[in-house]
């Protein structure tokens, strides 16, 4: 079953890539990593350097949220991505 969520009013300037926020701010930040086990070469460049993350989380305000697959991205072995959940999960 469907629910009905209300109205949301996008504009072209609240999404877009990581670099077009560069400079930019925003209250919340939704970071989408949408890749799957079977692009796991996309998902290694997307955090295969700190810079993409660090723009992400440096534009929220207030909220942060990554969305993703937690074990994909953890299988990569990436520094970034054992720092980001260091912080995430307060450990």
Do not use: C
Request: glycine residues 8%.
């Amino acid at each position: 079953m469907k629910k009905y969520l209300g109205k949301i009013n996008f504009n072209k300037a609240n999404v877009g890539t990581v670099h077009t926020f560069q400079g930019k701010e925003a209250a919340v930040v939704y970071l989408v990593l949408g890749a799957s086990t079977e692009e796991t070469g996309a998902a290694s460049w997307a955090v295969s350097e700190p810079n993409l993350m660090n723009v992400a989380a440096t534009r929220a305000k207030k909220e942060f949220y990554i969305i993703g697959d937690k074990k994909l991205y953890q299988s990569i072995g990436a520094e970034v991505v054992d720092k980001t959940l260091e912080v995430f999960e307060g450990e």
